[in-house]
Structure formats: C-alpha cells, structure tokens
C-alpha cells in the first residue's frame, strides 16, 4: 500500500529529488535539474511570491517504502485578488508510470489547494517566473534545455484522465543560425533604425543599474495582461545577472530604444544543460570545477533566449524585428551555430509572427492544464495553432 508525505526538513528533500532518478532511469534523454534550482523556488528567502502565497510539496512512497511520485502545490493569494476566482498551481510532478500513484499526487495536491481557497488549478506550472519549469511536454522530446521541463509522454494521459483541460500551449523555437535570413534582418533593422529613432544595445556589466531599470519597465509593461503575470523590480535583474556572471554573454542580452525610451527586450543565455549532466542534479564544490572545465573545452553552445517583449507603446514600429536581428548578427552566430526561442504563448500571436519569418520552427510544445474544483468555473482555454513536428 502506498503512502503520501509531506516535505518538511532535508530528509523530505532528499525523498523529493530521488524520484525523478527513478522515474527517467533509462532514459538516456534527460538530464536532472539542478536540485538547488528547484529548492530556491520555494525559499522565502529566493522567491518573494512566497510573501504572498503558501506552498507544500508531497512524496509518494510505493509498499516498499520508495519513492515512486512526487507533486508541488502552490497558490498566490495576492495574485488571486485580481483574478475572477482563485487559482492555485500544481508543479514538478513526477511518478513511474502508475495511474493510480499519480492520481492519488493529483488528489493530494488538490485538497490542499481546496483547503486555501482554490477554485481552479493550472498545472504543470512554476511557482512564480513564467520562463521556467512551465508545461507538459508534449511533442519534441528531446534533451531538455535549461530550467525546462522535461517527462515521459505517459504522462500526458495522466493529466487528460484526471479531468484537466490544455489551457495553453507553450511553444519553443529552433534555428540554425546559418539559415536565418541574415541580409534581409539587417536591412529591415537599418531601415526601422533610420525611420523611427531606434537604437539597439547589449548588456555592459558597468551600466548594470541602468540596464535592470530599463528592462523592467519594458517588462512590466509588455506582460501585465498575462495570465500568472508578476512584476519585478530592478534588484531582482540584478541578482539575476550577478549569479549567473560565469555562464552569461552580454552580447545576446538587448534592450531596444524608442526615441531614448526602453522599448524592448531579447535575453538570451548560453544553455548549458548539457554540460550539467554529469552533475546529476548538484552543482557544489565538486561539481562546479567540471562544469566550467566543459564550458572552456566546449566549441559550441547554443543560445536560449530567456525572455522577449516589446512595450505596448511602440509595437507598430518595428522593435521586434530590429531586437531579433540585433540577436543574430554575425558575431552571434560564429559563436551560437542554434539558437533556441522558448516559453513563446501560442496566443501571442505577435511574437509567434515574427519568429515564423525568420527561417526558425517549432521544436517542441509544451501544454499548460487547467482543471475547475468548484461547481460553476468554466475553463475558457487560450488560442491554439497547429503543430507539426519533423522526425524526433
């Protein structure tokens, strides 16, 4: 007979982190996120939604004792305020292929969520940023990129038999940069550049207070009609680029101006999931030394980009396309031969434009769920496109 647990102290943690080890065993395709990543989502002390929100993580122990399942539930009551009804999160689900396991993590979460008001739940989610850990992969199943969730496709099943409702599809981008229409991009960017007073720059790390209060201005702006939206302020920006000093490229981080004014944004990242394979989920004093020796010996890494917005007041004037060609001038591509666009809405359908033309497809889809627990919640899912994937 199975048993259900609630985390709380490092034995729990430890419970929690080993069974995705079980889950994906022979699955040479994964690669373990970064145990400390996952933990900061839910540290008061590295995620501030935890000032206004609650949450609670679960293991599920098969009859020996083992861990066989695991499950996140969340919920921001802040955030709730605005909305027309309650809405809590599920997240970091994981469990061997068992039917009955997983429902009885769904059924956990739930009545947890129930129990703080829920009246809707979307799932699987993060606990706070919207450019990680967010969907159910469901088509392109590849080595996950960084921070980006990763599952067997029966798990799918699972999600539809419980009653949960595709509430949003997630979309990530991949292109060969030798087949993004280099020419045209920088003529268009010369053009708009010339007609409307833009100007294009990357990050310099000694205007790195200038560059956090610029982008959150435009970030804010462009993503508050977002379901799950959360403002950020300049120091979050900042800490960001601090921790990451060692693996990011100011090059690939743009912000765009409009007559001297943030008008928008293409963050990218050198991804470097694959090198943290062998760290199996644990970056320490052991595991740092490996990693960044991979890094120097590495030829080549992809770029991710991390997040992309224009600002609601300069979105006829070109800005999207003058940042993406700014990403893929020709530095860029010596250095980045793939570059990967991902977290896009399929209902953003103005971003969605402008990475169709540039040569790139979609790669792989993930899926956002919503499921009613109350009488009276309809579920009204966003806009949906089809997607056709080449041979995995």
């Known amino acids: 007979m199975h048993s259900i647990i609630e985390v709380k102290d490092r034995k729990g943690w430890e419970l929690f982190h080993r069974v ?111 450019d990680k850990f967010w969907g159910l992969l469901v088509g392109g199943f590849y080595p996950p990129l960084f921070q980006e969730n990763y599952n067997p496709p029966y798990y799918e099943q699972f999600f539809d038999e419980w009653g949960f409702i595709p509430f949003e599809q997630v979309l990530t981008f991949r292109g060969d940069t030798n087949n993004i229409p280099s020419d045209r991009l920088d003529k268009m960017k010369e053009m708009l550049c010339r007609r409307y007073d833009i100007m294009v720059d990357h990050l310099h790390l000694d205007r790195l207070d200038q560059y956090a209060i610029d982008f959150c201005e435009v970030y804010n702006e462009a993503f508050s009609q977002f379901d799950h939206f959360k403002p950020i302020v300049p120091e979050q920006v900042k800490k960001i680029v601090e921790e990451a000093k060692a693996i990011l490229d100011p090059g690939i ?106 040569g790139v497809e979609i790669d792989r889809l993930h899926l956002a769920y919503r499921k009613a627990l109350a009488e009276g919640i309809e579920v009204k899912p966003h806009e949906f496109i089809e997607v056709d994937f080449h041979s995995e």
């Not at 080890?21 to 933990?39: A, F, G, M, T």
């Not at 004792?65 to 969340?74: C, D, E």
Request: aromatic share 12%; charged share 25%; net charge positive.
């Open 20 to 130: 995705p080890h079980r889950v994906y065993k022979d699955d040479p395709k994964w690669i373990c996120p970064l145990e400390s990543d996952i933990e900061g989502v839910f540290s008061p002390e590295k995620n501030k939604t935890l000032e206004s929100g609650e949450a609670a993580l679960f293991v599920l122990l098969d009859e020996n004792g083992k861990p066989a399942g695991r499950i996140t539930a969340f919920i921001d009551h802040k955030r709730n305020k605005t909305q027309p009804f309650p809405v809590g999160g599920i997240g970091f689900f994981d469990c061997i292929d068992n039917k009955d396991f997983a429902f009885a993590l769904f059924e956990a979460a739930e009545t947890w969520l129930k129990g703080k008001g829920a009246k809707a739940v979307d799932g699987p989610i993060n606990f706070g940023e919207r």
């Open 253 to 358: 981080m743009i912000l765009a101006y409009y007559e001297g004014k943030p008008a928008g944004f293409s963050i990218c990242f050198p991804d470097i999931n694959n090198l943290l394979r062998p760290a199996k989920g644990k970056l320490n004093w052991r595991t740092i030394p490996g990693l960044m020796w991979r890094k120097w010996r590495s030829k080549e890494l992809s770029a991710k980009a991390m997040a992309f917005g224009v600002h609601p007041d300069y979105r006829t004037k070109g800005i999207a396309g003058v940042l993406l060609a700014h990403t893929a001038r020709e530095e860029n591509r010596r250095k980045y031969p793939v570059m990967y666009f991902t977290t896009i809405r399929a209902h953003n359908t103005e971003a969605v434009s402008v990475y169709l033309k540039m």
